[in-house]
């Protein structure tokens, strides 16, 4: 092993620099080679690829977004893909590739792996759905940026009495609306894994209000409904004052925090630890605070699965 490469692919997540970085400056102080390949697979097919040096990582810790930009590349599922792929590394003489990015990033590292290609998957995305770790980068971030939003509008909602829904990112995940509704005391918690009741929902905000409480929080996770259809719904059951917001992508950017820094700096080194062993088909990730590596293909197999107990804590504190 002489020389890795590194890609970002997918949506974005925060801490997806630091965890650049960290394979840079890992691989560097063992000796290889590191190059970039920008635009995630497409810029790999097309040979976007380019060396990067100690500087070229330095003042990124700090930075959201991927400084190696990114881009959906569905055409890389083909054989015709990957092959072009893998012509294009072997052009450019590199031995093992670091992806990070979620679930459809690490089906192209799977895919390399099984043509005979070493590749090591890190977990990047915000929706927190890749198995196989407790978290994944960017979900910290993320999470601290719905709350600091959940809590400002919990003020106005305040101020003026109304229900406030609160629209989040999780197309199949419910994570994020989850661990911000709980830690934001949402009074109902909308998620894609289980489903709910409007009667249910109707009947706590119809309890709040006779003993007095004059505002309500729902975070409604986007992969379920869009807010604005839960508030056409729950306008059927009465005028609860109902204002939407949708958080968007705003939830995707921003300077990452402490614990997704040094959570990508962690899995960033050992995945170069893992080339260095020429190790591939492996997924990084933490498990109770420890480093791990899964078979890539046992986490693609293995579903994301919801804390339960957190969800009915929730539902209990909101009362």
């Known amino acids: ?3 890795i490469a590194i890609l970002t692919s997918g949506g974005d997540a925060p801490g997806m620099n630091a965890a650049a970085r960290a394979v840079v400056r890992k691989a560097i102080y063992e000796g290889l080679e590191v190059y970039g390949i920008n635009y995630g697979f497409l810029g790999l097919v097309n040979g976007d690829i380019h060396k990067l040096e100690l500087g070229s990582v330095g003042d990124l810790v700090q930075r959201g977004g991927t400084f190696l930009y990114s881009a959906r590349y569905p055409e890389f599922a083909t054989e015709e893909g990957q092959l072009k792929g893998i012509e294009q590394l072997k052009k450019h003489q590199i031995d093992g590739l670091v ?16 043509r005979g ?3 090591i998957g890190i977990p990047g995305t915000i929706d927190n759905d890749i198995s196989g770790t407790d978290f994944t980068i960017g979900f910290d971030t993320a999470l601290n940026t719905v709350l600091d939003a959940l809590d400002k509008i919990r003020d106005t909602a305040t101020s003026h009495e ?16 989850l ?13 894609p894994e289980l489903e709910f009741s409007m009667d249910d929902i109707v009947g706590r905000l119809n309890k709040g209000r006779e003993r007095g409480k004059k505002h309500s929080i729902i975070v409604v996770a986007e992969g379920v409904m869009s807010g604005n259809e839960f508030a ?12 939407v917001t949708v958080l968007g992508h705003v939830q995707r950017g921003g300077s990452p925090t402490a614990f997704d820094r040094v959570l990508a700096s962690r899995l960033g080194a ?13 997924a990084v990730g933490i498990r ?11 986490v693609l197999k293995e579903k994301h699965h919801l804390n339960d107990d957190m969800l009915k804590l929730a539902s209990i504190l909101s009362i």
């Open 1 to 3: 092993m002489k020389r």
């Open 99 to 114: 992806v990070i990015g979620g679930d459809g990033s690490y089906h192209g590292a799977e895919a390399l792996t099984k």
């Open 117 to 119: 290609f070493p590749t």
């Open 162 to 177: 109304r229900t406030f829904i609160i629209e989040v990112m999780g197309r199949d995940a419910g994570d994020i609306a």
């Open 179 to 191: 661990w911000s509704g709980l830690a934001g005391g949402a009074e109902a918690i909308i998620v």
């Open 232 to 243: 056409e719904r729950l306008a059927q059951y009465g005028d609860y004052h109902a204002r």
């Open 270 to 282: 050992h995945a170069v630890d893992l080339l260095l062993e020429n190790r591939g088909g492996l």
């Open 288 to 298: 109770e605070n420890k480093i791990v590596e899964n078979d890539i293909s046992e």
